[in-house]
C-alpha cells in the first residue's frame, strides 16, 4: 500500500526550483549532507496554514519521482519510508534498481569509501 492513500492533507507549492549548494545543506529524505557544488531540489509548500522548506538531494528526487508516477502522489519527508515499504510487502514485484534506490537511501547514497553512488535510473510501471 502507498502512504498517500492514508494521507489525510494536501499542499501548495508555493516555490519549487533546482540549485547548486553554495554551502552544505542536510536533504529531508534521506538524511544526507548535500555537498557544496552539488544539485539540489529546494521547495516551498503551504501545509495546513504554515509555510514549510523541504531540500530533497538529486538522488531521493529520483526515488521521490518513482513514488509520483507509481502512487501518484508522495508525503515530505516520508519517501524512503515508502520506498520501503513497497519492496518489503511486493517481493519480487518491482526492478532490482528500486532495490538498489532503497539501499542507496539507507546508506545515505555513500559507499563504504565514502564516494558519492550514481544518481539512480528509475522508471514506474506503465
Known sequence: ????????GF???VGDRYVVA???????????????GERYH????????SIHRHKTCAHCRVVREWLLGECGGF???NVKEDAR???EENPGCYSVNLYRAVVGMEWKWRARSGRLLPVPAL???P
Open 42 to 49: 529546494r521547495e516551498a509548500y503551504v501545509y495546513e496554514g
Open 22 to 36: 553554495r554551502k552544505p545543506h542536510r536533504c529531508r529524505e534521506c538524511g544526507r549532507e548535500i555537498d557544496a
Open 75 to 77: 508525503i515530505y519527508g
Open 123 to 125: 522508471e514506474a510501471k
Open 85 to 87: 515499504c513497497h519492496v
Open 11 to 13: 499542499v501548495a507549492v
Open 1 to 8: 500500500m502507498c502512504m498517500i492513500d492514508d494521507n489525510d
